[in-house]
């Protein structure tokens, strides 16, 4: 199967559903990625304060937001005049499935900030 018809609003739901799930966890991870950029910079003001090696970069990776491809993807569908919409297999598996190009790293940069190495 190439290619469905779906329920234009139905699939709106699911995409904003979506959206919100992925904001939550980045909003999460973002909070917790500052705490720990914090305690990263204040142990290198410490360290220069006593002399040691001042380090100049932090290993810590920035939390992903992609807010902002939902945004359009569910803008373009309400600017559409249709009832249904036709998705690929490709488009099906991102919009609906919530499988994004970005999803692997996404989730283990996030995993990392909300219940991995650097959670609180």
């Given amino acids: 199967m ?3 018809k779906v329920d234009k609003a ?3 739901t699911t ?3 979506n959206r919100k799930r992925h904001r939550k966890l980045f909003l999460r991870a973002l909070e917790v990625y500052r705490i720990r950029m914090i305690e990263e910079f204040e142990r290198a003001l410490d360290e220069a304060k006593n002399g040691d090696p001042i380090r100049r970069a932090f290993h ?3 939390p992903e937001d992609h807010t902002d491809e939902f945004d359009t993807v569910i803008q373009m569908l309400e600017w559409d005049k249709g ?3 036709e998705l690929s297999h490709r488009e099906f598996r991102t919009y609906v499935q919530n499988e ?3 999803a692997q790293s996404f989730g283990a940069n996030t995993e990392a ?3 991995g190495k650097w959670s609180l």
């Fill in 15 to 17: 995409l904003k559903k």
């Fill in 100 to 102: 994004w190009g970005w």
């Fill in 2 to 4: 190439d290619e469905i």
């Fill in 60 to 62: 810590l990776p920035e």
């Fill in 113 to 115: 900030y909300t219940s």
């Fill in 83 to 85: 009832k249904t919409v």
């Fill in 10 to 12: 139905e699939l709106i």
